[in-house]
Every structure is written in structure tokens, then in C-alpha cells.
């Protein structure tokens, strides 16, 4: 006879309080990342992106080279983030953007 698991339904709709996940994963948060200069030229730097609450790296990447676009795709909604743009020729100070969350703008929706 096979051994089936129940799970309680409202244990089902609830968030993952334990690892901090409380949403759908359905967040983007994006930018892009600049030399400062008249104009600002796009570069490709790493970005890392932090949950606040507990300062998890969660994701890392490099811009895109040309436009010095980053898109950090499916991230829990519901989370206060910080993204830190490193300059990898180490001629620039890291640039930190933080308290970023779905009611100031910093996290979007994907559609």
C-alpha cells in the first residue's frame, strides 16, 4: 500500500516562513549600471542582489555589456532587497541601492 503525505490546506496557501519565501516568486527586480561621467556611459559590472531581512545573497550577475542592463527575474515579491553594483576595474566605489520592495517601485511585477 503506498504511504500518501496530507498536507493541510491552509499549510498549502501559506508563505515558506522558515527560508523567508512568503510569496510566488513572481518579482523582478531591475537597472541598469553606469560609469559616472558626462554622460554616464553603460558598462557591464556585476550586480548582486541581497534580501534585507537577513542579507542573503540570493542572485548574482553581470550587466549586460553595451547597455549595462541586469534583470534579476522571479524573485519573491513580497521581500526588501539591496542591489550592489561592484566596478571591476576598481577605478569606482561600489553603488548600493536599497530598501527596494513592490510598494516603492523597486520591485515590479512580471506580467
Known amino acids: 500500500m503506498p504511504f500518501r503525505m496530507r498536507i493541510d490546506p491552509v499549510a498549502q496557501t501559506r508563505g515558506d516562513y522558515l527560508t523567508g519565501v512568503l510569496g510566488r516568486g513572481i518579482g523582478r527586480v531591475k537597472g541598469t549600471t553606469k560609469d559616472k561621467g558626462t554622460p554616464n556611459v553603460p558598462v557591464s559590472e556585476r550586480v548582486r542582489l541581497y534580501r534585507e531581512q537577513d542579507g542573503l545573497l540570493i542572485r548574482e550577475m553581470w550587466s549586460a555589456p553595451g547597455t549595462g542592463a541586469y534583470s534579476f527575474d522571479?524573485?519573491?515579491?513580497?521581500?526588501?532587497?539591496?542591489?550592489?553594483?561592484?566596478?571591476?576595474?576598481?577605478?569606482?566605489?561600489?553603488?548600493?541601492?536599497?530598501?527596494?520592495?513592490?510598494?516603492?517601485?523597486?520591485?515590479?511585477?512580471?506580467?
Open 74 to 111: 522571479y524573485v519573491d515579491e513580497y521581500q526588501t532587497y539591496t542591489v550592489i553594483s561592484y566596478d571591476h576595474d576598481k577605478n569606482f566605489r561600489a553603488v548600493v541601492a536599497d530598501g527596494l520592495t513592490l510598494a516603492n517601485g523597486g520591485v515590479e511585477l512580471i506580467a
